[in-house]
């Protein structure tokens, strides 16, 4: 074959030099012609963003933030068009509430949301939009639809407790990790859906939560993809043809879960009454239904479960801390049936503890929260790096519940830089269920049993790594019953 009398080698070798030529211009206007060629970070950072995308799909992104940040101080340009903060402030420039409502930025879609024919949900939908659906969905979150949904809560952690008894005792161990994930996926897949997902019923993952957590790493991969779209469809055309049916099934299933709870006709104080009952006037599609149920999901029971995992390996691996708050929970109630919504609210140790593991391990992360500012830089603040910053906390990588209770040891500390459910007009909308949540299943599990980390989980923190959720493994624990 031969083209203007070049033959396949030259036209190889023609395309090559053409693409390395290109690769180096790009880099050679990064660094010193881009509008942000004059803020800090590594030189290959800067010059491209495979570098970040390298660090990203390893997992390890969050943590190397934080040595950048010791580099090249509060602001460092971490790809071309890229910026990170590592400065308190940042969170009101970027999410803060503006005046006439809004949040100050549009959200970086290339994160939030890589496929364009994935339907829009709460999280990734345009600020209209994204108003509307939130108003709504705000109904399931209130304070009465919380009273009536403390049973139902309820009923799955006396399941946990009931569970967790059957397996302890006589050196047996327990993942205290897949527990967590049961009784949160099963308490939001019943507020959700109006059925559990059987997870603790049957002892097991239902396929639908595996299918989640599977999905997890392919997320990073498909975030960087998406700043390459070509390279985005090579992939595609490549892709096997299961994955994707795995995908539609997973879709399929939610809809079946959703119509079985649009048929039953029952109205509920659940987290999708709201929507249902604005369905048929927004015409919201199934399609729509599902993606906002997924989310709620997903946002509501992965979230919860990490922070219950890391605050039981906090405390297990901090014996005063869990001496302290045991002995406030076994000293402030005569019965088990005393620990309910409104009395778990009342407990400072128990309260400080999750705030300290919310700073330590904070659940999504290490997540990034990406918006363009008009000039398209993208704009970020990564939550563990803050969070393990000496500027901000003393002791920052301890873990010192006494911080959150005044201890003048910490006075210095920068709360305004713990942000765990962001601020502004999307931050979370579960905050308060999560709180509930959270509060009930450790006050239970505390009140319940003496328990004592496995040896072959004492590093279980240390070796973990993010695809938008902790890459937790097995956290194995020892349980007596206390009583
Ligand atoms: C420890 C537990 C939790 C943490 C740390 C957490 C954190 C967050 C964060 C950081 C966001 C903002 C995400 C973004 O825009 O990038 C968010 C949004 C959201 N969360 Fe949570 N969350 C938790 C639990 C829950 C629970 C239990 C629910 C209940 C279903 C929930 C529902 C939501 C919803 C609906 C949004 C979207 C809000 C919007 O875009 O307007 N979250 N959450």
């Known amino acids: ?100 409502g809004g949040e100050p930025f549009e959200k970086n879609m290339k994160f939030y949301r890589p496929f364009d024919f994935l339907p829009v949900d709460i999280i990734s939908a345009p600020r209209e939009e994204h108003g509307l659906l939130r108003r709504t969905m705000a109904h399931g979150f209130s304070e009465r639809s919380m009273r009536e949904q403390q049973p139902i809560i309820k009923g799955y952690v006396d399941l946990l407790i009931r569970r967790l008894r059957e397996r302890c005792g006589q050196g047996n161990r327990v993942d205290i990790v897949a527990w967590y994930n049961y009784t949160t996926f099963d308490v939001i897949g019943d507020l959700a859906f109006g059925e559990s997902f059987g997870c603790l019923e049957n ?63 029952k109205e509920r104080s659940d987290l999708v009454e709201g929507l249902l009952q604005k369905k048929d006037e927004w015409g919201l599609t199934l399609d729509k239904l599902q993606a906002n149920s997924s989310i709620l999901i997903i946002g509501g029971s992965e979230t919860t479960a990490t922070l219950l995992s890391g605050v039981t390996f906090l405390l297990l691996t901090n014996r005063a801390a869990l001496e302290k708050v045991t002995a406030e929970i076994r000293g402030a109630f005569n019965s088990e049936e005393e620990i309910n919504f409104i009395a778990v609210s009342s407990m400072p140790y128990l309260l400080a503890c999750l705030e300290e593991a919310l700073r330590l391990y904070p ?16 704009v970020a603040v990564h939550q563990w790096a803050m969070y393990h910053s000496e500027t901000h906390f003393k002791e920052a990588f301890s873990f010192r519940p006494e911080r959150w209770l005044g201890d003048p040891v910490f ?40 328990m004592r980390i496995s040896g072959e989980s004492l590093d279980w923190m240390k070796k973990q790594r993010v695809f938008n959720f902790w890459e937790k493994g097995p956290l194995y624990v020892h349980l007596t019953p206390a009583r």
């Not at 997890?216 to 994707?244: D, E, I, S, W």
């Not at 659940?363 to 918006?371: D, E, L």
């Open 363 to 378: 659940p999504g992360g290490a997540t990034v929260c990406g918006n363009y500012v008009p000039e398209k830089t993208i």
């Open 411 to 450: 006075a210095g500390d920068n709360k305004d830089a713990f942000q765990p459910f962001h601020i502004g007009p999307r931050n979370c909308l579960g905050r308060n269920l999560a709180y509930i949540e959270m509060r009930i299943i450790l006050a239970r599990v505390l009140w319940n049993f003496d």
């Open 203 to 265: 002892s097991d993952y239902h396929p639908w939560v595996k299918a989640i957590f599977e999905l997890a790493r392919a997320g990073t991969v498909f975030q960087f993809l998406a700043q390459y779209p070509l390279l985005m469809r090579l992939v595609f055309a490549l892709m096997p043809k299961k994955l994707m049916e795995e995908q539609e099934h997973h879709m399929e299933l939610t809809k079946a879960k959703l119509r079985r709870r649009m048929e039953s006709g």
């Open 1 to 100: 074959m031969a083209l203007l009398g070049l033959g396949i080698w030259d036209i190889t070798s023609l395309s090559f030099v053409a693409l390395i030529a290109y690769i180096t211009n790009n880099a050679l206007y990064n660094l010193f012609l881009h509008p942000l060629y004059s803020y800090p970070g590594p030189l290959l950072m800067r010059a491209t963003r495979l570098a970040y995308c390298y660090r990203l799909i390893r997992g390890t992104l969050s943590f190397d933030i934080l040595d950048l940040h010791k580099k090249y101080g509060p602001v460092v340009r971490v790809a071309p068009d890229e910026l990170v903060f590592a400065d308190a402030a940042a969170w009101k420039e970027i999410m803060g509430h503006q005046k006439g």
